[in-house]
């Protein structure tokens, strides 16, 4: 008999081995039974919802900052600035001391450099609001500049400076409009570019050639052919303009259009 039960102490012994083993069947349960496991789809839920609180939680203007969007002192908005002060150095050099080698020069560096700025921006990722419309104003008014003081000095037809200035002056006045009337910007076309740094070219040697030696009229002429397709694309460029300036009439941005409908 058992001291503890009324049973032999053989069955008292196998029941209470039965017990020990049950209880040690409970202790080592897998936690899965009892708790529900944390399966990869909740722990990545959880995770998105962070990512997506974190990111809603920076405003646009700093990522904004953070992408240089809105820096103003970069190499290549300093580029642009330096090519329009030249300018006047090479109207000083033309009309000054009259030094047309050093005015062909100055003017040289001034075209030659209009493909650097932008080169640099997209290169060293220094692309600015301020950048995306200094460039283009930079070669607009080298251009017109450089034509006028060419046609002034003699060195070129009125008619040849007739039809660039005339272009140039159409563009000004379309991108003008479109700003006025509210479209969103136009971002500069490759054969547009193209056209402008053959005409940026081509007025130097001309002004270059404007002498009556052999040379000077060998490159003179070789100027000639080379300022055709300049022209050429730079109308290209004019023609191309037009469907994207209705495309930018027809998306107008949303502030201004909301804007105007709430004008009575």
């Not at 329009?84 to 150095?89: A, R, T």
């Not at 076309?189 to 270059?208: H, M, Q």
């Not at 397709?229 to 949303?254: H, N, Q, T």
Request: with cysteine; aromatic share 8%.
């Amino acid at each position: 008999m058992c001291a503890w039960c009324p049973t032999s102490s053989r069955a008292c012994a196998f029941g209470t081995l039965n017990e020990l083993k049950s209880r040690r069947a409970v202790r080592t349960e897998p936690r899965g039974t009892r708790r529900q496991a944390r399966t990869p789809e909740v722990g990545l839920a959880r995770s998105g919802a962070r990512t997506l609180a974190s990111v809603e939680a920076v405003p646009i203007e700093a990522i904004n900052r953070g992408n240089g969007v809105d820096r103003v002192w970069t190499l290549p908005n300093a580029i642009s600035s330096t090519r329009i002060v030249l300018l006047g150095v090479f109207c000083w050099l033309l009309f000054g001391p009259d030094d047309r080698i050093a005015a062909t020069l100055v003017l040289m560096f001034v075209g030659v450099t209009d493909f650097l700025d932008g080169y640099l921006a997209r290169r060293f990722d220094q692309v600015s609001t301020l950048g995306k419309v200094l460039d283009p104003v930079a070669d607009r008014v080298v251009l017109v500049t450089g034509v006028l003081a060419i046609e002034i000095y003699g060195a070129v037809p009125a008619w040849l400076a007739a039809v660039v200035l005339g272009r140039e002056l159409l563009v000004s006045v379309a991108v003008v409009a479109l700003a006025a009337l509210g479209a969103k910007r136009i971002d500069v076309l490759w054969v547009g570019k193209a056209g402008t740094f053959g005409l940026l070219c081509c007025f130097p040697l001309f002004l270059l050639g404007d002498e009556q030696a052999t040379w000077a009229r060998v490159l003179t002429d070789i100027t000639w052919v080379a300022v055709v397709p300049a022209l050429i694309l730079s109308f290209v460029a004019a023609a191309a303009y037009v469907p994207l300036a209705r495309r930018a009439l027809a998306e107008r941005r949303p502030e201004r259009a909301q804007h105007e409908a709430a004008t009575p």
